[in-house]
């Protein structure tokens, strides 16, 4: 993460855009760091209006709030490196909460006549296989088969939430906690415990993100799909797997989307199929507000976090002065584009200097006169 | 005799007349200085090789880019085009070399583009255009359906489409860059007896090809460019083909001559291969050649040839429909490109904004790209090991950057162009490919592009390098191989003129 950090401050300071030039770094560096300004300027604000927002305890339940958006951003944040989008990931959470509910319920073996209840442990991996799988079949219909990314995982955010339904029959599974009797409690330990006074589910998440940071800035891996983003045909005449980098992304953000799922269901102690609608486009607000291009190849996992960390503060703290759910959706939706109005700002200003000083448009005609 | 004084006692009346027009493009001069002119029912032909600046001045005159410096005027009175329709309204129009069609639109739909014709209601009056259409297709004597969509119509059919829009402008000034380049012999022929006919009625003809003798067919009055200069001018009358083959190539800038080498086994072998196109035609048809380690082939061709096709064949990008490609006596014709680059065969493509650069990522990043196995321990990379590998490369193949960590878009076209040569040496490959590698690049950037082949051909590499420019055929290659219509046409040693090459490759016959 700090890797990654550190290359975009870096590539901050070569790139002296002719806009911001020489004497105005104040305003590059807010430009740069704008999501963390963002987040600063509205802990001091809900701090004034409310006393009860600035407290250890309220930022860590606000966080476990966080926590859920945060692990779908970064499985978003994958896909949309490699310049693809992965509208999904509400639905496999969603899916994936009921399958661990199922589970936990007991599976019926319908030969064997008896019902088995899976420890707690098997729940996590079978349900984040769920999530993979989707993922993968994302994958496998834009990589191999060639489907636009946005109509194939709108495919499956339609199949998802309609199975998820199905095997509920539109019903919410309650009580997860198990039974001592059977050997499978401990489910809800993920939604509620706290390790060192921090809840689990953001535990989990700094996991999860320290993870993919490694992922993305020291692996051959990271650096595919940051290639396969930038310039896929470029990638793919340097020998990157380009096919097999986008078909993991996918897979990946199924894990997270799973991830997230299990941690939402267990914070609930519910399972139901209608969770997490309309998720998917947190998650991509997220990735946007924290500096990624959606066209692909920019973006970091740090810059994710803190996308998340700003939309959930802010819609937080606009519960807690009390200010309507309707006035939520308006100010949501105001950071987003803000988000991307400055995104634009800041990468037409890079392409503006790499037309002025690097490539000029090619004197010659692209064929031969 | 003095240019300018040729230019300025000949005859016939001057409808447009271009002064010291100049275009810059950054640091790359495509123009400097350059005087025009056209005259009223006269074919003015433009010869020159790439990057002469032809298609640059014609974009200038049709209002599709804005001169450096210079200025045009229009019937005596100086003018100025902000965009395209404004030079369509002086009845100024241009035939692009590359189709600017929508294809998903009829033949109708294209021809009458952004300028639709409307009924008093104010709809498109579709009637009237389709007859019109029709009127342009019979006097184009092709057998198309107006309603036609584009997309199902062959390449030279497409380009009687734009050709037919051209003329339904009524233009007086019809600039034509390259339009038969794609055209059947037999559809050359129609498009001549319109240019006639054009000429009769007073229009004025720019005309642009490469296919040398062909042009001089309609040539009325012959202009030379070479790198920006207008170095030539003449009648028709007073000129034959060497007359232009001369003025076009000009003296030699150096780029090199062949290294002194001991070839070793063949390194390459392309055996009978063939590469269609998406629609299944051969654009590459049994074609065989190897490369020994050491030696440096060049492939000439016109565009359309099939070098682009046979490169990206051999390198893994497209598929074989028949043949097969051996690298060091292993058949490597079922392998991926990863795998190819892994056993020593790269490829340095044609486009580097498109197939060669990743924007987003730096200098040392690129230059990286294609080695990364080569600094991954276990399963991290190594920052240490990675920056060993870009400083090496940015020191092998002399890029002037700032450091790796640079941004790709702060480097010039020739140094961009290093990074992805460096990008493939770093995988230290037995054979490269490179498709016009000095395409867009100065000619200080050229000379060194080229040194870099001889340097890494002494060391053993085998280097096969496309170019449609005749005069880097004869810098370092040991071998000229001339390619047309997707065979070989022609081999040549060191030693062989540019008239030769010229005319195996179909550009001038004699």
Known sequence: MSKSQTMTDSEGKEHKTPMFGGDFDIVRLLLEGRAFFALIAIII???????????????????????????????????????????????????????????????????????????????????????????????????????????????????????????????????????????????????????????????????????????????????????????????????????????????????????????????????????????????????????????????????????????????????IIGVSTYWQTVFTGAVIVAAVLLNSVQYSGRRRRSAGSGTPPSPKPSKPS | MSIAAAHQDDSGEVVLAARNIAKSFGSVHALKGVNFKIHRGQVTTLFGENGAGKSTLMKILSGVLAPSSGDITLDGAPIEFSDTIEAREHGISIIHQELSLAPNLSVRDNVFMGRELTTRTGSVDYAEEARQTQLLMEELEEDIDPLTPVEELRLGQQQIVEIARALSINSRILIMDEPTSALSAAEVEVLFKVIRDLKARGVSIVYISHHLEEALQITDHAVVLRDGVMTAYARREDIDLEWIVRNMVGENFDLGSPPEAQFGDVALSIDSVSVPDASGVDLVRDLSLEVRSGEIVCIYGLMGAGRTELLEAVAGRLNLTGGRVVLDGEDISHLGIAERIRRGLVLIPEDRQRDGLVQTMSVGQNLSLASIGAFTRALFTSPKLENEVIDESIDRVHIKTSGGSAPIGSLSGGNQQKVVIGKMMATHPKVVLLDEPSRGIDIGAKAEVFKLLAERASGGVGVIYSTSEVGECLSVAHRIVVMRRGRIAAEFGPDVTKAQIMAASGEAID
């Open chain 1, 45 to 319: 604000v809900f701090s004034a209006l409310s006393p009860f927002y600035f407290s250890l305890n309220n930022f860590l339940i606000m966080s476990s709030h966080v926590a859920i958006f945060g692990l779908l951003a970064i499985g978003m944040l994958l896909v949309i490196l490699t310049g693809g989008i992965d509208l999904s990931v509400g639905s496999i959470l969603a899916l994936a909460g009921v399958c661990a509910g199922a589970m936990m319920q007991g599976l019926t073996a319908e030969a064997a006549g008896v019902i088995l209840y899976p420890p707690v442990w098997v729940v996590v991996l079978l349900t984040c296989l769920v999530g993979a799988a989707i993922g993968a079949l994302n994958g496998v219909l834009i990589a191999i088969f060639r489907v636009p990314a946005f109509v194939a995982t709108l495919g499956t955010l339609y199949v998802a939430r309609g199975i998820a339904l199905l095997m509920t029959n539109g019903l919410t599974y309650n009580n997860l906690s198990g039974d001592p009797a059977l050997g499978n409690t401990g489910f809800d330990w993920l939604g509620f415990n706290r390790l060192f006074g921090v809840p689990i589910g953001v535990i989990v998440l700094a996991v999860v993100a320290i993870l993919a940071a490694l992922l993305l800035t020291r692996t051959p891996f990271g650096r595919w799909v940051y290639a396969t983003g930038g310039n896929a045909r470029a990638a793919d005449l340097s020998g990157v797997p380009v096919k097999f980098t986008t078909v993991m992304v996918y897979t990946l953000s199924g894990i997270c989307a799973a991830i997230a799922g299990l941690v939402l269901s267990s914070q609930l102690t519910s399972a139901g199929p209608t969770a997490g609608t309309t998720y998917e486009l947190t998650a991509i607000a997220a990735v946007v507000v924290g500096g990624a291009a959606l066209s692909g190849g920019r973006g970091t996992i740090g810059g994710t976090l803190l996308g998340a960390f700003v939309i959930g503060f802010l819609a937080d703290g606009l519960v």
